[in-house]
Structures are given as C-alpha cells and as structure tokens.
C-alpha cells in the first residue's frame, strides 16, 4: 500500500480534549505551514512556536518489527527525488491524494486545486471554514515549490516514511564551540584500592541524525513532569522524534536520577538540552555530557525561566526565548559541537568500548577471531536502560562474538508473524515504551543460551574471554561459575545501572560478594567521594 502521511487516529495514541482538538482540515493546513515539522526546513521563521497539539500523526510502518534505520521499500510507482525525497502524500477525510513533490509552479497550481476541492468537499460534509476564502495562499505554495529547487544540504534519518529526508540547518563546516574543549574523558574513582568506573546512558548510531536539522520552533514539546506535555503514544515514535528535530531546545532535568534517555534523544535528534539544574549535578554523573558547554547555554540571558521550583514538579514553569537576545552564532557552533560529540562518544558502540578498554582489553583483543564474550543479563525480566544499552553496544562492536543469556526479547526484530503474547516481547511495556531501544538487535538463536546448566558448563570450561553482567545489583547469575572457573577483575564487567541510591548498593555488594575485587565495575549514579568498604 502507499506510505503517506495521515491525520486519522494512530493506534495507541493518546486521546486529545475534545476543546483543544482542531478540525481536521486545519491540520492538513497548519501541516504545510509547518513544513519543516515534516521535511526540509523552516520557510516562515516569523512563525516560531511549539504547535503543541497541532501535530500530524503518522501511519505505523507496514511491519512492526522493521529495525529503525533501515529503508522501508517503496510503494509501486514511488520515486525518490534528487535529494532523496519519497513521494510526499496527504490524506483528507474525502479520500483524495495530494503529491507534494512537484518542481514547476504549474503543477504547484494543479494540486492547489486540487487541495482546494478537497477542503470544499470537506466544509460541503459539515466540516468548519478554513482559514481564508481560498485556504492556502499562492505565497504558501511559491515557498514550498522554490524549498523543493533549491537544493541545499539534506540528510537522512531512522524514520517512517516519509520522515526520512530533512534539511540542514548548518550548510557549511561545523565550527567547533570553545567551551567542548573543557570536556575530559572520564576516569576511574580512586577509593584506596579500588577503582569505580562512571558510566552512563547511550543511544544506538542508527538514531543519531547527520547534521543538525533546519529548526522551526523554539522548544520540543515534551517537557519533564508536564504531564498534559505527554502527548505520545506508543506508535509515536517517529513523531516523538521528529518533534525533536524540528526544535532549537528540548527541556530536561534530573528526575529519579542524574542521568536519564531523554538527554541523549535530545542530542541525537541534532537538538540542543536546557538541563534546568545542570550545575548541582556531581562530577561522577554523566561523564560523557559536556557539563560546562551545558551550563553555558542553561544561563544564556535569551533563555528565561518563570515560577520553575526545582523542587517541584514543572506544571506551573514557564520558559521562552528573547529572539532580541539570541545568538545565532554561538547556537549553531554549540548544536553542531554537540551533535558531533553525541557521534563520537555517546552512541553504544562507543561505551561498549569505553568499557573494554577500561579492563585493560584493546582493539587488537576483541578484534580477534577467537574472541567470545557473555553478556549476562540479570535475574530480572523488566527493561534495564543501561544493561540494554550497553547489550546493544557489545553487539553492534563484536557482533556474533557475544553470548548472552538472560537477556530482555523486546530487543529483537522478530519476525512480524510471531506472536506477541509476552511482555518480554512487547516494547510498550517497558520504560519510555521501547523508544530508541526496542527491535533495534536481529535475533541469533545460535548465540542465545536458554538453559543456566549450559551456559554454567560453558563458563567453568573458560569458553569466554569476557563475561558482562548488565546489571549487577539486580542479580549476578552464576556468579559462583564466574568465581569458582577463576575468572580475574579484568575478565569480568559488573554494570550496575540503577538510579540514585547513593553508595549503599556499592557498599552492601562488595561486602556480600567481593564485588569490586572480582570484576571491573562501572556505576551509572556517582556520588562524590567513596564508599566506606570496611
């Protein structure tokens, strides 16, 4: 069937009011006064706002468990333009079709007609008056015809069509901000004999766009503990996404901790965070985050915060932008430093090999054909963010060098004739409902141990040069195979991925198993100083 854009109800997708809920026509209208929400990029920048509640959902893609990043095939007769555009299409409650890829102002006219017709069988039905006599203005389509030949730097995204092409926002080199240079690698507490590694969230590659998308509102809509903000459903994730794309800013802060996947969605989308209370964040929490480059954009004098208690939820907090006050210049390197910095050290593959190079093991070692690693998942079944992660991380590096056992389905891309008949399987019953984790990984029955007592065989016969635990403090299975084969510190990975608890966890583990003796440990929650391991 042909991909196209739709404003009908998506499967799953919250239920507006009905007093905030506009007519359909003038979604399909605000839709192409919005282009950029959907394409290339921003061709009324005078007309700058969050839209919230003015957005068009998309259609679900043909097969649910298609891995994001990967090209869904066209429909027949679908071609792709120079810069890669698919037909772009809307729909209209009458059923009629309109192709929004047109290079000449004639065929421009022959579809304003026919969107003309559209909206007057609408109103004909009982439908309310757009906006002005005639709907859209000459103006409106002389804008969108000359985007469409004008070229310009465009980039693909993991996306459902025809969210797969935008425009640029920086067409030339990416100047490098001054204040990245502040940022160091991190490295390991020094707690007397000791060590303790940060670690933080990551995103897959696949979900970090290419350059940093033309920008068409100030701010994203989603804003933490603004719950009438929550507007996406699980089939939304594109459109999560894309809202991110097309914002100068997406708001975030600590919540049950420091860390949290929202920062790294911001990132990847080519958007810049305001992270409200970055400044009390300790120095062990998000190691990779660029703090200083951060606090410099939170206290910019254009950026203003009205009744915003941190303390409190954000419900009453207002924020704007003074475009008087904006320094485009100094945006533009930051976004760009920023988005660059998300390629290089804050996708998974990038923390996997953080990890590896933190237990003393090089490229020369786990490139080898010989290599084999066991990622143990943990006793619970429930998603994990950092254990699924850094499980993604290992695969994309070392590929089918990695074992695993214990470790979540909602991952995989299973076919979409499997049944889906377990919340293990079902990605909207996990945290932030599967977005930017869930079917990323293809599933290889050859390296899945299902049964404890091979996998424990396999473990005492040093059939392994690393074993991983995803998270240690929600179990350490076969922790007395690991020990008793004689595994050393170096050969063993203890993730613990948890959210604020302070030292107890650190503390209660290694004085029960030894924990920081026996593996390599990373702690995504870092409090200043050390634990007290007596």
């Known amino acids: 069937s042909v991909v196209s854009f739709t404003t009908d109800k998506v499967e799953g997708r919250k239920k507006e009011s009905k007093d905030k809920k506009q007519p359909h026509h003038l979604e399909v209208l605000q839709y192409i006064r919005n282009r950029t929400a959907y394409g290339s990029g921003d061709l009324r920048p005078e007309k700058r706002g969050n839209n919230i509640g003015q957005r068009v959902a998309v259609t679900r893609m043909a ?3 298609r891995r994001m990043g990967q090209q869904p095939e066209r429909a027949p007769g ?37 969107v003309r017709l559209a909206v007057k069988k609408y109103v004909a039905a009982g439908g309310q008056k757009p906006l002005g006599d005639k709907g859209i203005t000459r103006l409106e389509y002389a804008a969108l015809a000359e985007e469409v030949n004008q070229g310009g730097r465009y980039a693909r995204v993991p996306c459902t069509p025809p969210h797969c092409v935008f425009r640029c926002e920086i067409q030339d080199e990416c100047k490098r901000h001054p204040l990245m240079d502040e940022w160091q690698p991190p490295k390991p507490r020094e707690c007397g004999e000791h060590q303790i590694w940060p670690i933080s969230f990551g995103i897959p590659a696949s979900e970090v766009v290419d350059c940093v998308p033309y ?18 459903g699980p089939a939304d994730e594109a459109e999560y996404k ?56 939170r206290h910019q004098p254009a950026f203003s915060l009205e009744g915003c208690d941190m303390k409190h939820p954000l419900g009453k907090c207002n924020f704007w932008l003074d475009e008087a006050l904006f320094d ?20 998974t593959r990038a923390l996997a090999e953080y990890a590896l190079r933190a237990a003393g093991i090089d490229r020369g070692q786990w490139e080898k054909a010989t290599f084999r690693a066991l990622y143990l998942g943990g006793t619970a079944h429930n ?34 004739d499997t049944p889906s008949n377990s919340a293990l399987q079902n990605p909207n019953k996990h945290w932030g409902m599967g977005f930017s984790v869930a079917r990323r990984l293809g599933y290889m029955p050859d390296r899945h141990l299902k049964e404890a ?46 959210d604020w608890h302070g030292w107890k966890q650190v503390e209660s583990q290694h004085k029960q198993e030894g924990i920081l003796d026996r593996s390599t440990y990373f702690l995504r929650e870092m409090p200043d100083g050390c634990p007290d391991l007596n």
């Open 63 to 65: 097969e649910n468990g």
């Open 215 to 232: 920008k068409g509102s100030d701010f994203a809509t989603v804003v933490p503990y603004r719950e009438k903000s929550y507007v996406f």
């Open 453 to 498: 007592q091979e996998c424990a065989a396999k473990i005492m016969a040093k059939e392994f040069d690393l074993i991983i635990y995803g998270n240690a403090w929600r179990g350490l299975p076969l922790w007395w195979a690991v020990t008793k084969a004689g595994y050393t510190k170096d050969q063993v990975l203890a993730l613990n991925g948890e």
């Open 383 to 416: 998603s994990d963010y950092l254990r699924d992660l850094m499980f993604h991380g290992f695969r994309d590096l070392l590929g089918d060098k990695v074992f695993e056992y214990n470790t979540p389905r909602y991952m995989y891309e299973w076919p979409s």
């Open 78 to 114: 679908q071609a792709a333009d120079e810069q890669g555009h698919g037909n772009l299409r809307l729909s209209t409650e009458t059923t009629e079709m309109v192709d929004l890829r047109h290079a000449d102002m004639a065929s421009w006219k022959k579809e304003k007609k026919a």
């Open 328 to 347: 485009q210049k100094d945006y533009d390197s930051a976004a760009c430093s920023l988005l660059e910095h998300t390629k290089a050290r804050l996708t």
């Open 242 to 297: 894309r809202d991110y794309r097309k914002a100068r800013f997406g708001i975030t802060r600590e919540k049950a901790g420091w860390d949290c996947m929202r920062h790294y969605e911001i990132l990847a989308a080519g958007s810049v965070p305001i992270f409200l209370d970055i400044d009390k964040a300790p120095s062990g929490v998000m190691p990779f985050l660029p703090k200083k480059l951060l606090s410099h954009i």
